[in-house]
C-alpha cells in the first residue's frame, strides 16, 4: 500500500463546482505496469475474468485512490470487480446508437451523454412503426428476459432492470463516486476518452428533487422523463437525460444531428496513463469514439457507494444498480427503514455521501 494522500481545498471545490476532478500521476509504476501487464494476460473482449483481476482492483485497493475516497467519501467496500472498458480505434459506422440515432450522425464524436443504472434494452436498427405505446411494448419485450410485461423482473441488456423496487417508483439504480483510470494516452479529442457534463451534477439533483416531490418516483417513466424518446431517428431512442436538463445546457454552438436537433457540449477528460478522475454519481458523462487514437483506449472504471446507504450488502465496485444483484436478483437490504427511500434519499441530496466534502458543502450553501 501506498503512502496516504488526500484530495486539497482546490480539488475539493473543483469536485463541487463541475462535479469531477483529475488526479494526475495518481497510480504508482508498478500497479500501473501490473494492470497493463493484466490486459496482456487476457482476452479482454471476451475473457469477464479480467474485471476480478486484483491487478485490476488493485487500481484502487493498492493505490492513493484508496485513502482519497476513504477521505473524501467515508468508508467504503473494497473493490472486487471493476468495468474494463476497451475501445479498437474505429472509423463512425453506420450502426444505430442507444440514442436512436445512427453513429456517424451523432455529434461530438458519437456521445450519448447520461448517468450509470438506468435501463438500457438494445434499441432497434431500422424505424420503427406504431403508436408510442406499441413501440415502448415491442421494446421492453426485446429484453435478455424476453416478454415479462411492464415489471421490475425487466432486465436491459446493461444487466440494469427497468425498476430498482417492486413498487416501480425508482427507475434508477445508484451510487456515490464514478472513478476511471487512464491506462493509454487520452490527450486528444477523439482518442475514445470519456467525456461529462461539467457542472450538470446540480441540475439532475435539482430535477430529481422536483420528481419525488412531484409523485415520489424518481428516474424515467417519472414526471416529465420518458423512458423513450419517440423523436430519435428510429422513433425509439433511449431518453437518456430528462429534457429539463439537457436543454439548459444547449446554444448557438451546439452541435445537431442531421433532423435539426442540437446536443449538449461535453467535456473530454484529457489523461495520460496512470491518471485517474473522480465524480459524482449525478454528472452525466459519456464514452466518445475512438476515431483518432494512437492505439485501443483502455480505461478500467469503478462505481463506489458509501457504505452507510445500504449497510447490510456489499457494493463490488462494478456494478451500478448495488440495490438489487448483478443480474437483477432480490437482495436482502435489511428491515431497517425502506431501503428504497434511503436510496432515494441519496439521489436527492447527493453529498449526503460525501463525508469529505459536508464542511465545504456547509460553507458554500449558508
Known amino acids: 500500500m501506498e503512502s496516504e494522500l488526500i484530495l486539497n481545498l482546490d480539488q475539493k471545490k473543483s469536485l463541487y463546482n463541475d462535479g469531477y476532478v483529475i488526479l494526475r500521476n495518481v497510480i504508482s509504476t508498478k500497479v500501473l505496469s ?58 463512425p459506422s453506420n450502426k444505430i446508437n442507444n440514442i ?41 419485450r426485446s429484453g435478455p428476459k424476453g416478454d415479462l410485461g411492464h415489471s421490475a423482473e425487466v432486465i436491459g441488456h446493461n444487466l440494469v432492470p427497468l425498476f430498482q423496487d417492486p413498487e416501480k417508483t425508482l427507475s434508477l439504480g445508484s451510487f456515490t463516486a464514478l472513478v476511471f483510470v487512464c491506462l493509454s494516452p487520452q490527450t486528444e479529442n477523439g482518442w475514445g476518452q470519456t467525456a461529462v457534463l461539467t457542472g450538470a451534477h446540480h441540475k439532475t439533483e ?29 422513433r425509439c431512442g433511449i431518453k437518456y437525460l430528462p429534457d429539463a436538463v439537457r436543454d439548459q445546457f444547449l446554444d448557438s454552438s ?12 461535453p467535456t473530454p477528460i484529457l489523461m495520460e496513463p496512470g491518471d485517474a478522475c473522480i465524480s459524482t454519481f449525478h454528472l452525466p458523462h459519456t464514452g466518445t469514439r475512438n476515431e483518432n487514437g494512437l492505439e485501443s483506449r483502455k480505461t478500467v472504471i469503478f462505481r463506489i457507494r458509501n457504505k ?13 444498480h448495488p440495490d438489487r444483484g448483478l443480474l437483477g436478483e432480490w437482495l436482502d437490504l435489511g428491515s431497517e427503514g425502506n431501503p428504497w427511500e434511503r436510496s432515494k434519499d441519496g439521489i436527492c441530496d447527493m453529498w449526503a455521501d460525501w463525508s469529505g466534502m459536508q464542511k465545504l458543502v456547509a460553507s458554500v450553501n449558508y
Not at 484502487?60 to 467515508?74: A, M, R, T, Y
Not at 418516483?217 to 428510429?234: F, H, K, M, T, V
Not at 451546439?254 to 457540449?265: L, M, Q, V
Request: negative net charge; charged residues 25%.
Open 254 to 265: 451546439s452541435e445537431k444531428t442531421p433532423d435539426g436537433r442540437p446536443w449538449p457540449k
Open 34 to 91: 501490473n494492470s497493463i501487464e493484466a490486459l496482456k494476460s487476457h482476452d479482454h473482449e471476451f475473457d469477464k475474468r479480467l474485471g476480478y483481476d486484483s491487478r485490476m482492483t488493485d487500481l484502487i485497493n493498492k493505490s492513493h485512490l484508496n485513502s482519497i475516497l476513504d477521505d473524501v467519501i467515508g468508508p467504503f467496500d473494497a473493490p472486487t470487480s471493476c468495468h474494463v472498458a476497451v475501445k479498437e480505434q474505429t472509423p
Open 308 to 320: 452507510t446507504r445500504q449497510p447490510n450488502i456489499v457494493s463490488d465496485g462494478y456494478t451500478d
Open 206 to 234: 435539482e430535477f430529481f428533487r422536483w420528481q419525488r416531490g412531484k409523485t415520489g418516483q424518481i428516474g424515467p417513466e417519472g414526471p416529465d422523463w420518458p423512458r423513450l424518446d419517440y423523436s430519435a431517428a428510429n
Open 100 to 140: 436512436g440515432y445512427r453513429d456517424e450522425d451523432t455529434p461530438y464524436f458519437g456521445s450519448f451523454l447520461h448517468m450509470d443504472g438506468l435501463c438500457s434494452i438494445n434499441v432497434p436498427q431500422d424505424i420503427q412503426s406504431g403508436s408510442d405505446k406499441q413501440i415502448y411494448e415491442k421494446y421492453i
